[in-house]
């Protein structure tokens, strides 16, 4: 079955164009149920009943997996044995009925724009180091990115003189993005005096640059984000996906369109955008309940 999972690997790649992390984890997700039919059930998947994908949805949540974890795991395996059918092999598919369990609806965690302001004026922008990361937090905030979608940047996807850049978000779709005017410049000051000092092959696409002229990797922008979260003493625990959440939160609460803030998000369904909403009353009323005498 290693093989056929490969094979299904392969199909969400080539026919879905899923990201590398979706891929990783339906991956995960199959190997975790292989290993439980394996080692507790002595069967193959081939053989998994309903009764053995309870079983292993029981010992997940004794386990502490949380409602999303579960319910991904759910929906993976569901996928792959569709995957299965479509290839004409006659096995039952054990999550057919299986029905996910309900998904507790947690506000995202934002910034405050003052907090963001202070995250922002950090980096040292005379060093090649921080330069860049002051472009890099700018057109995150500037735009929505995904943490991704940012490292992943090439310099052809930035347009400076119209001021917008080009991403391919989930499913390779391609969005373009309005950019800031504080975000242009840290921009143009970073692609035009630090990437040439960080870049050592003049044949590199890459946006971002590390310290060796290599694209920058995910952790590799999570210590830094961290490390000015630290400087600028922001007690909550931060991270890139905030950035994100706050650019949504902010424009929403000076009036934006929700479309439109779907649009940059690259949401599909306007329902994910929609939380957002949720977040602007909360605040709201949070202001009220300080600020009015009888509250």
């Not at 002051?134 to 310099?155: C, D, F, H, Q």
């Not at 920058?216 to 922001?234: D, M, N, P, V």
Request: hydrophobic fraction near 35%; charged fraction near 25%.
């Amino acid at each position: 079955m290693h093989s056929l999972v490969e094979q299904f690997i392969n199909y969400l790649s080539v026919e879905r164009g899923l990201s590398m992390n979706t891929l990783e984890s339906y991956r995960r997700d199959l190997a975790g149920f292989q290993r439980f039919m394996d080692q507790k059930l002595k069967l193959s998947l081939e053989d998994a009943l309903e009764e053995h994908l309870q079983a292993y949805l029981v010992e997940l949540t004794q386990s502490g997996k949380a409602s999303s974890t579960i319910s991904r795991n759910i929906a993976s395996i569901r996928s792959f044995y569709r995957f299965l059918a479509s290839e004409n092999r006659q096995v039952k598919n054990p999550a057919q009925r299986i029905v996910s369990p309900k998904m507790e609806k947690r506000l995202p965690k934002v910034l405050t724009e003052q907090e963001i302001r202070l995250l922002l004026e950090q980096p040292h922008v005379h060093t090649p180091a921080g330069c860049r990361d002051k472009a890099m937090l700018e057109l995150l905030y500037a735009t929505g990115l995904r943490v991704s979608e940012l490292i992943n940047m090439n310099l052809h996807d930035v347009n400076l003189s119209a001021g917008f850049t080009r991403c391919l978000g989930k499913g390779k779709k391609e969005r373009i993005i309005p950019v800031g005017e504080i975000a242009q410049k840290a921009l143009h000051r970073y692609i035009h005096t630090a990437r040439p000092q960080l870049c050592k092959e003049s044949s590199s696409s890459a946006l971002f640059l590390n310290q060796q002229g290599k694209r920058i990797s995910r952790q590799g922008f999570w210590k830094i984000l961290k490390k000015y979260a630290y400087s600028a003493k922001i007690s909550e625990e931060i991270t890139p996906h905030m950035l994100r959440h706050s650019f949504a939160t902010h424009l929403l609460e000076h009036g934006a369109d929700l479309r439109a803030v779907q649009e940059m998000l690259g949401h599909a369904d306007i329902s994910t955008t929609q939380i957002y909403t949720h977040v602007t009353r909360s605040r709201m009323k949070e202001t009220y309940l300080l600020a009015h005498p009888r509250a």
